[in-house]
């Protein structure tokens, strides 16, 4: 009986720092995505359609996408956005951007990869991305926490 | 009472199982564009940081973009000049951004480090009589760089003790490119992109 209770002692006391050390090896990923297609109407001007997603709330009640916004530098497409921190405090965070040609192919697909940034207190910053080539007409970026 | 002994008893030992199970030594294919960091040695992700700010900065420089809506002009690259105290891979930074670059369609390239495969091919075509001398490569055919591509990377360290930590450590990196017209000896664009890695080694704790 005693031998039994100082067991079920030991393995709580082992569980629990284990529980702590260990919460789980799978974290999440998923966060805020922003998109903005360009679009050329009949008489030669750009029309452009934007789209922002929150896959992860968590991520949305600290980050907003302000504006999204595009312009051709020659031919090549270059994407900017406006971010603002909801937060008093400094947070990191990662961001993606994914570009897509008129029929929605994406350019350069093993190319992307994640940069990390930083938002301080309440900041306001913008991101900026070239598209790979001439060809790219929608682009697309995903932030995440790091 | 007994009972509830075992139930403890089994609930932590088998707790302690589930987290070893769990988070055991596992093999699995990671992803190249989510390189973690280790280390505030210059790593992958530095490395794709670089080539992405230079690679966007050249191709919306408006005097370059001026000449690239005309023409495909040739360039050279020549290897990044590491000012750093590690060892890197420089070659591989500009490997990134020469890629990038030809993948834009707006750029050609010279590639130096293959010229003594292409002169004994040539003289292979020329004396082995095997090839049709009017198809045969002959040499002072080539084009020549109109811009030279030209790096540096360089460092700065510093290391702070604190009660709470027992190293802070900065890792400052800069890299600065430039490119340079081979006629006229005029530089016609440069960037600088600069990487801050910080490290902190907590006294108590993990």
């Known amino acids: 009986m005693k031998k039994i209770s100082v067991l079920a002692a030991a393995a709580a006391l082992l ?17 805020i995505e ?8 009949a008489d030669g001007g750009y029309q452009y359609s934007e789209y922002v997603v929150v896959n992860n ?90 | 009472m007994q009972k509830g002994i075992k139930f403890l008893l089994v609930l932590g030992l088998g707790t302690v199982l589930a987290v070893a199970a769990g988070c055991s030594t596992t093999y699995e294919y990671g992803d190249a564009g989510d390189a973690p960091v280790y280390s505030t040695g210059f790593g992958p992700g530095e490395l794709q940081q670089i080539a992405d700010s230079m690679t966007g900065s050249l191709l919306t420089f408006p005097p370059i973009v001026q000449v690239t809506n005309e023409r495909r002009p040739v360039l050279v690259v020549e290897r990044v000049k590491n000012k750093t105290t590690q060892h890197i891979d420089t070659e591989s930074v500009t490997d990134s951004i020469r890629t990038r670059l030809l993948r834009s369609g707006k750029f050609r390239f010279l590639d130096k480090s293959t010229d003594g495969q292409t002169i004994d091919e040539i003289r292979r075509q020329q004396e082995q009589g095997l090839t049709r001398q009017d198809q045969a490569a002959q040499f002072g055919t080539q084009e020549a760089a109109e811009f030279i591509l030209t790096a540096s990377l360089s460092e700065i360290e510093q290391r702070k003790e604190e009660f709470w930590t027992q190293e802070k450590k900065m890792v400052y990196y800069k890299f600065t490119m430039n490119l340079k017209n081979l006629r006229s000896g005029i530089l016609e664009w440069a960037d600088e992109k600069e990487i801050v890695k910080l490290k902190s080694d907590p006294r108590f704790g993990y």
């Open chain 1, 15 to 31: 569980a629990l720092p284990a529980l702590v050390l260990f919460p789980g090896c799978r974290s999440t990923t998923s966060g």
């Open chain 1, 57 to 146: 709330p968590k991520v949305a009640r600290g980050l907003q996408i302000s504006t999204l916004s595009q312009e051709f530098v020659g031919d090549i497409l270059r994407a900017q956005i406006t971010l603002v921190s909801k937060y008093s405090k400094t947070q990191q965070y990662q961001y993606r951007f994914s570009w897509f040609d008129e029929s929605g192919v994406e350019l350069d697909a093993g190319a992307r990869h994640w940069i990390p940034f930083i938002m301080y207190g309440n900041e306001t910053k913008t991101l900026q991305g070239v598209a790979p080539n001439p060809s790219a007409r929608q682009f697309k970026i995903n932030i995440r926490t790091r």
């Open chain 1, 34 to 41: 922003g998109s903005s297609t360009v679009m050329m109407d």
